[in-house]
C-alpha cells in the first residue's frame, strides 16, 4: 500500500478519515484562528521593539559569555529545524522541504564558524581569523536565509 493511501482510523466513530499528510505541518494550511494567533505574535513584537526603543543608547556591562551561550542556542535551533524539515522532507519527497532543511544545516554551521571567529572567544583576534571575518559570517546567515527560502518556492 502506498503511503498516500493509507489513513489514520478515527478513534470516534463518524470523525473524518484523515490521511497520513495531512498531519504533516507542511502540508497543513493556516487557518483563520492560526493567522490571529501569529497576527498577535507579530504585534506583541512590535510593542516589545517600541517599549525597548527609548533604552537603546544605554551601554550594558560586557558579559563574555553572552556570545557562547547565544551562538550555542542558535545551532541548536537550527540543527534540530533541520532534522524536523528532513524527516518531512523524507515523507513527502518535497523539493521545497529538503531546500528548506538544507538551508537551516547551512545556518548552523556558519554560527558554529561565526562563533570561533569571534574576537575574544577563544584568541584576541579569534581563531583564523581575519579583522572582518566575523563580520562576514553574520552576513552570509542574514542573507543567505532569504536567499534559500525564496530559491524553494
Given amino acids: 500500500m502506498e503511503l498516500a493511501e493509507k489513513s489514520v482510523t478515527p478513534s470516534v466513530p463518524g470523525a473524518p478519515q484523515l490521511s497520513e499528510h495531512s498531519l504533516l505541518l507542511a502540508t497543513t494550511l493556516a487557518t483563520h484562528r492560526d493567522r490571529k494567533i501569529a497576527l498577535g505574535v507579530a504585534a506583541a513584537s512590535v510593542a516589545a521593539f517600541l517599549m525597548s526603543a527609548p533604552f537603546a543608547k544605554i551601554q550594558l556591562t560586557p558579559l563574555p559569555a553572552f556570545v557562547p551561550f547565544y551562538q550555542s542556542a542558535v545551532v541548536t ?35 558554529i564558524a561565526h ?39
Fill in 77 to 111: 535551533n537550527d540543527l534540530i529545524t533541520a532534522v524536523l524539515l528532513y524527516g518531512q522532507f523524507s515523507i513527502l519527497r518535497s523539493r521545497a522541504l529538503l531546500l528548506l532543511a538544507s538551508a537551516y544545516l547551512f545556518t548552523a554551521i556558519v554560527a
Fill in 115 to 153: 562563533t570561533f571567529s569571534f574576537p575574544g572567544l577563544f584568541s584576541t583576534q579569534g581563531l583564523g581569523a581575519g579583522p572582518q571575518t566575523t563580520a562576514l559570517h553574520v552576513l552570509a546567515r542574514r542573507f543567505s536565509d532569504p536567499c534559500w527560502r525564496l530559491r524553494s518556492r
